[in-house]
């Protein structure tokens, strides 16, 4: 007899493979068993089989979400880092520049320089910006600890916590992106074949033969659904087809040396986009249709359309989310941020990120810290160390590989675009006052945009204690 009574269990991971449970899932497409019924039938070769024919085969690539795995990944460069991140549907936990130090010897020598006559002055910069790093430790940290003494009855490791943001934010300008690094994925199998086939089409040598690990730890785990991730030639030829398309446009194959402009720009938006988002809610709550619902809209008058985002955007707790109705309004924004930022803002999956290429041609941040703790000169020294072998290796080696000895200060452009619900989550996390500085500004200058040109839907950007950008900006860099 058929049980309909409600059910609601794990297929335990431990019990089962991940690729048992994507099949046990998959089966209720077409089975009225319920899942562990299913799951006991299975083997991992019948899952297997099941995987080659409609996963591979027919292409219900779906399936294989269902399929998790949790990837230890240690002692990668940050710049490896960058594509291993670089994917939406996953989730990541790395090794972080604000609380944790770095040692002086850890640093990756890529395989474009080990071995070679490029690995030794390549080799002497990365030390000496650790090195630097070190004593700007102890500098700054020094001159932290002296602003802000400890507390009565407060314990070695409150004070530090308490004031290491002062010193380690700043500190962390001198780390290059060569700096070894851990990162914890947790991602499924169809995610994991895409950023297999990224990786082992990557120009950076350390990247592919990252690519190649993980897919050979992954098999062990789910032999069928990663087995066909290869080098794909489309990704891997993509830069220089494009490059070459270019050219007639005047765009120099070397990076352009533009100075950079502000920290967040909003390029594009529609000016009307806030009602389509409003229309869209008139479909969801009152039955209309598309069409009807925007000429509603169109037709009210500014305080009923004042209304209407009221009923929106009111009574919004400070852990909830404002509805996916906002995600019908977006915007781009040209940034241009330091390296240090710019791994931090990466994380935000839901926008559409294009970072421009790491390097040293459009300078770097100076934080105020380092000419109060009089440090100003060492740091402008080894960042002009920095750019000097990031030259050479440019020419030598190309851009690609060159980036491993770019420091975390260097400024780099990136073309973000995101919509109205997603700036909300970005802007409110991100100014937030234990937010590093750089990203406060970035958040805040974003959030004062959007208000601007979309006052009625854009006031979700507005909270209590925003400090001015102009202001945090200036207290913090030079
Ligand atoms: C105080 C602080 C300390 C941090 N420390 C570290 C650290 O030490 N190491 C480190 O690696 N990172 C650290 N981070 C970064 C953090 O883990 C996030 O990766 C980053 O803030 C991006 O936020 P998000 O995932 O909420 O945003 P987005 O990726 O922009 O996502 C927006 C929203 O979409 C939803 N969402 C997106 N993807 C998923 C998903 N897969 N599952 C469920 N919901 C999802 C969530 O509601 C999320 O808030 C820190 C962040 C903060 C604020």
Redesign the pocket.
Known sequence: MTDFSRRVYLLRERDLSPETIAVAFAKTSRSPEPFDRNAADLSDARSAEFHEKWVVGYGHASVAEHAVLHIAVENVSRLAIECLESNR?V????K?TR?QKWSSGAFLAPPEVAGGELEKPYGETCRQLLDTYARALETVGGLARARFPRREGESDSRWEGRIRSCYVDVCRYLLPASVLANVGITINARALEHALRKMLSHPLAEVRVIGAEIKQTALAEVPTLVKYAEENGYLRDLPEKFRRASAPLGIPPAPREDPPRGWMRLIDYEPGAEDRALAAAGVRFCGWGLEESARRVRDASSEERRLLADALLEGLGDHD?PLRELEHITYTFEAVMDQGAYF?VK?????SQTPGPLGCDQGYVTPRWFEEAGFLDEYNNVMGRAADEYRALRMALGPNAAAYVVPNGYLRRMVLSMNLR?AF??CK?RSSE??HAAVRVLALQAAGQIRLVHPLLGSILQWDGQPDWKELESSFFR
């Open positions: 549907l989730s990541y936990t790395e972080s609380y989310q931090e994380r935000h999956r839901m926008m997603e989550h970005f996390l234990g937010a």
